[in-house]
């Protein structure tokens, strides 16, 4: 009697998860804001290297957008959602953000084209990962053995990758933590005063108050200019605005990372996976180059994504 209650709890049990696999969709949704260029296509590339990579798996996963507006009922969404058995979601830009923070936990969902932080959402920050972008600091400018960073507490989960990347290439940091513009500037101002020498170089991470874009950034690039010092950076238009190197996405790369980081959650749907962002593409302005004396071969050029000015 028990070996018949065993096998037919083994069979009610085989039932039960084929009927479970039959009512998943092989379906990710993908939800983006309607927006206008160039967010529109940045949008599209991201969907595109998430199909690149869901149709290639077997069976093959079907990525279907969503158009997501402003004023989206959290309700509405789920259950549409339910109705289609789709259990896995990828959330784009700011609104997507709201998105993901208000679906049941019952989905699986990661979050991306948004420079996040750590914060409970599974996701790609818009953040670069600094071991990148020291690797591309060896590659632009390799006497560079010492880098000065201020950041606010804002940043401190990106500051944690850097220290950890940094001793893995032989560099050293200068870290000054700052509560406001004012700090930032006063660090800046004394750093100047010290005379750096050809070894050293700033970072400027992305981070409104230790790297302000209209206090901090003119004033850094003024000095550096003067006193022919290696300024890089985290955000895309710094390059053209004059810092010797900086970085943007590779969207279609961000779309196949978003998609295989969604596909981890679902096997430990319990682990939370959270990354800066490494699908980087490398930005040079070759003025800046030229007056720090910098130069490159006609290989490493072609191997710049951007070059200014143009």
Known sequence: ????????????????????????????????????????????????????????????????????????????????????????????????????????????????????SPNGVSGISLISDPAYLFDYLSQVAPDVKHVHIAYSKRSDWIIKLAITAAKERGLTLDLKKVQNTKEAINFYQKLFRSKIPKTEAIWLPLDRISSHDKIILPFVLEKAWSQDVVVFSSKPSHAKRGVLFSTYPDNYTLGENLFNMLDELEKHPEQRRFAALSSLKLAVNLRTATHLGLKYSRKQKQDFKLTFPK
């Open 1 to 116: 009697m028990r070996v018949w209650k065993i096998l037919i709890f083994s069979t009610v049990a085989m039932f039960c998860n084929n009927f479970a696999y039959a009512l998943t969709s092989n379906t990710v949704a993908v939800f983006y804001p309607d927006s206008a260029e160039p967010y529109r296509s940045i949008y599209q590339d991201i969907i595109k290297g998430g199909s690149h990579v869901s149709l290639n798996k077997r069976p093959p996963i079907t990525l279907k957008p969503f158009l997501l507006d402003k004023n989206f009922k959290i309700d509405e969404i789920s259950n549409q959602l339910r109705r289609e058995h789709i259990n896995n979601v990828i959330v784009l830009g700011r609104l997507g953000y709201r998105l993901a923070k208000s679906l049941p936990k019952e989905f699986n969902v990661v979050s991306g084209a948004l420079p996040i």
